[in-house]
């Protein structure tokens, strides 16, 4: 699973007051969204493990060509 920060609730208010300005005019709207967005990971990984799934997540950030030899340690060292 990639995630992003905002959307998987990855990071603290303060960032996302600076880097998604424009969601916050909708607070509400946003707060149970993000909610949603929570409980749909959780069930889904509960899934995956129910099934006897290896699930790995990968956050946008690390997704960077600054990050990426990191990422791909940390995706050879899931795969072994």
């Known amino acids: 699973m990639c995630a992003g920060f905002y959307m998987h609730r990855a990071t603290d208010s303060a960032f996302i ?13 946003w707060s149970n969204k993000l909610v949603r967005n929570q409980l749909r990971d959780q069930v889904t990984m509960s899934a995956l493990t129910g099934m006897n799934w290896s699930y790995l997540i990968v956050w946008e950030c690390e997704a960077t ?9 940390k995706l050879v060292e899931f795969l072994r």
Do not use: D, F, H, M
Not at 17 to 29: D, G, V
Not at 65 to 73: E, I, K, S
């Open 17 to 29: 007051a600076k880097i998604y300005p424009a969601l916050l005019t909708n607070a509400s709207y």
């Open 65 to 73: 060509n600054a990050g990426r030899c990191a990422l791909l340690a």
